[in-house]
């Protein structure tokens, strides 16, 4: 895993001071890959950096989506 690498948080752990975060190889670019998970590891919330795919307004807080 290098510094910068986008990946998934897929469980809350320690009711919210920690997330664990999934790294894949799923498609990036033209080559397709298998979308394996290459890594799995602990992080908290300083750690790491919320990624928006459509533009936010200036106002808005970020918050975690739970399903």
Known sequence: M???QVG???ELLAGGAAFEV???D???G???RNGRTYE???LRPEQI???HFEPTSPDSVP???LA
Do not use: D, I, P, Q
């Open 49 to 51: 950096m919320v990624l």
């Open 8 to 10: 998934t948080v897929v």
């Open 40 to 42: 799995s590891v602990g």
């Open 26 to 28: 799923a498609c990036g």
């Open 30 to 32: 033209l080559r397709l």
């Open 22 to 24: 999934e790294f894949s």
């Open 2 to 4: 290098y510094r910068g």
């Open 63 to 65: 918050e975690m989506m």
